[in-house]
């Protein structure tokens, strides 16, 4: 029980007013992110943004792109500053065209962090001495 009042104190914490944003929109919650697939190659940020802004204040819209060659993976990511204004927009722009394509908006998930000093469920395989013909 104690170490469940240890989390619950660490997500319920007070923010301080001189907060930036991105620790607000982090301890705020994932709820205002919105993950958004099927865009089309030819959509930039600002008319991602802009597209979306009409649900309320948009902190950051990103049209995820290849780091190679800089052409759109085809999805990306829309953070709102509230999670009211992120499911309005989820709901009345899912199914919806934009640019010529059907985008599909979801809320997004947390990333999933991977430890590296965890230990693997398998070991590298043993040894095999070779046989011995006498």
């Given at each position: 029980m104690a170490a469940f009042r240890g989390i619950r104190?660490?997500?319920l914490r007070p923010t301080c007013p001189s907060s930036s944003a991105a620790q607000l929109i982090f301890?705020?919650?994932i709820a205002?992110?919105?993950f958004v697939?099927?865009?089309s190659f030819s959509t930039t940020d600002d008319t991602f943004k802009e597209?979306?802004?009409k649900y309320g204040e948009v902190i950051e819209a990103s049209v995820i792109r290849d780091k190679d060659n800089g052409r759109s993976k085809g999805y990306g990511f829309v953070t709102f500053a509230t999670s009211d204004d992120a499911l309005r927009a989820s709901d009345d722009m899912d199914g919806k065209v934009l640019d010529g394509r059907v985008i599909f908006v979801d809320l997004a998930k947390?990333?999933?962090e991977f430890n590296n000093s965890m230990p693997v469920a398998r070991g590298p395989p043993e040894p095999v001495e070779p046989a011995?013909?006498?």
């Open positions: 104190s660490s997500f301890l705020r919650g205002t992110r919105l697939k099927g865009v597209a979306f802004s947390p990333r999933r011995i013909d006498n």
